[in-house]
């Protein structure tokens, strides 16, 4: 938890400092680009549910391609944070 704090560290300083010392300019964009990225995920997510409620809604295998799919995509995901840890993280992987 206190490496994801590090690396996570940098960019609340910078959010932080967008909202607190900006120009109005600067507040503008920190406030409609922060909404849009809001809007983005929400619209992300609304897809998803509703491709994964569609697809489970095929009748005879559709519940199985679900959990397959969430599967493949964590397998995935796990994966690629696992390799590029290694890769940034080198003398870890051999102590």
């Known amino acids: 938890m206190r490496d ?4 996570i560290r940098p960019k609340l300083w910078i ?3 967008n909202v607190t010392r900006p120009a109005r300019l600067d ?3 920190t406030f409609f680009f922060s909404t849009l990225s809001l809007l983005f995920f929400l619209g992300l997510l ?3 549910v509703a491709f994964f409620q569609k697809l489970a ?3 005879p295998f559709g519940m199985i391609l679900v959990h397959k799919l969430v599967e493949f995509l964590f397998l995935t ?3 690629v944070l696992v390799f590029f840890r290694h890769r940034h993280e080198p ?3 051999f102590s």
């Open 57 to 59: 809604a095929e009748e």
């Open 77 to 79: 995901f796990f994966t």
């Open 46 to 48: 609304y897809a998803s």
């Open 91 to 93: 003398q870890r992987l």
């Open 27 to 29: 507040r503008f964009k």
């Open 15 to 17: 959010v932080r400092n």
């Open 4 to 7: 994801t704090y590090r690396l």
